[in-house]
């Protein structure tokens, strides 16, 4: 059996030759005001459910946070059940 050499092996690349042909390829960065974006139909929805009209009620979270403290929260369960299996319902369909 005759062993072979086999050119398989990666040749190490000098370091220091290749952090700076890497700094003289990169692009340099654009001037101020230069560029311009275009949001996708997309991102503009997203950007406006990220507005403050979509923010929590936070005087309504507090009520019920207290309500249920206290023991006066009053929970319709037929009105929960109903909404579940119409959910369900939809789900199947």
């Known amino acids: 059996m005759k062993i072979t050499p086999n050119n398989y092996r990666t040749t190490l690349a000098d370091p220091i030759n290749s952090n700076k042909k890497a700094t003289e390829n990169s692009p340099k960065p654009a001037q101020a005001g230069s560029a311009s974006v275009d949001f996708s139909p997309a991102a503009r929805q997203l950007q406006n459910l990220h507005s403050d009209q979509n923010d929590i009620d ?5 009520a019920l946070r207290t ?3 206290n023991g006066t929260l009053a929970i319709d369960t037929s009105r929960i059940a109903d909404r579940l299996i119409d959910s369900a319902r939809d789900l199947l369909k």
């Open 58 to 62: 936070v005087n309504r979270v507090e």
């Open 67 to 69: 309500a249920l403290a």
